[in-house]
């Protein structure tokens, strides 16, 4: 493909997977990340398999900072051809403790138990910014680059609970919503100019983020593990190698009239009714 393509929070799990996928199709590859040792870790692996990386320290929150970093693109490796916007998450401050309401919640006063109304609008506020912000302001910082190119797109990471919200989580399911919401918003904004903006909704994968709400420690599932596994019709959680196919899809020539869609890739999670 021989492209310039920045990825943002690419020291994760899913983008790190990403990054390295696309590397060996020939890209060279711009790793930002909050945690430069994880950007670096990152596109040191990708350099010593043969790949052409670097890492560099972004905050998707501070368009300062990404500006920065695309000076520092522009210069090592070229203007950016592809953004990838993976940066993002859920805080527990946005998630309540249980998914139903009980009256007796009410009269719940153990230490950290949260139902809807004690749901903390700071926490609500992190998470819309760092996945509806995240994803806007670095598309405005690089999407720049590719005014007037051809082959250029973005790429957003909504997820499938944009589609049907997950109990416990509004902020993480509303901030995605908005994101699947912007994917086709931006789509149409720059259609005339030639970029494409597609979005990946991945199901469950399980990461270091959601580890201890679906596993015990001993491995086994948790209540909401096994409950997730029994609504996923292909009868296991995602691995970040399958997302890679559909990025490379996205990101290539082969899908050059495609652009808005919203590509759930969970098993058919988001088509099953559980009947
Ligand atoms: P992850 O936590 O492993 O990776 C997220 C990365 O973003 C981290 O490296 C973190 O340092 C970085 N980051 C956090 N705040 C940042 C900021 N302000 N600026 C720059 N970087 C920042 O998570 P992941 O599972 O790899 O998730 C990647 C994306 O996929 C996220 O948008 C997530 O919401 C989405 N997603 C994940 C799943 C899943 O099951 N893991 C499912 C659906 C969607």
Known sequence: M???????????????????????????????????????????????????????????????????????????LGTCDILINGAGGNHPLGTTSNPFLQ???????????????????????????????GTLLPTQVFAKDMVGKTGCSVLNISSMNAFTPLTKIPAYSGAKAAVSNFTQWLAVHFSKVGIRVNALAPGFFLTDQNRTLLTETDGSLTQRGQQIIDQTPMGRYGEPEDLVGTT????????????????????????????
């Open 2 to 76: 021989n492209k310039v393509i920045v990825l943002t929070g690419a020291g994760g799990v899913l983008c790190s997977t990403l990054a390295k996928a696309l590397a060996k199709q020939g890209n060279k590859i711009a790793v930002l990340d909050l945690r430069i040792d994880a950007a670096n870790k990152v596109a040191n692996e990708i350099n010593a398999d043969g790949g052409i990386a670097i890492g560099i320290a972004a905050n998707v929150l501070e368009k300062e900072s990404l500006e920065a970093a695309r000076k520092v693109v522009n210069e090592k």
């Open 103 to 133: 009256e007796e919640d009410l009269l719940n006063k153990t230490e950290g138990f949260k139902t809807f109304f004690e749901l903390d609008p700071e926490g609500i506020k992190f998470v819309f910014d760092l996945n509806f912000i």
């Open 248 to 275: 490379l899809w996205l990101c290539g020539e082969g899908s050059k009239f495609v652009t808005g869609v919203v590509v759930p890739i969970d098993g058919g999670f988001a088509a099953y009714s559980g009947v």
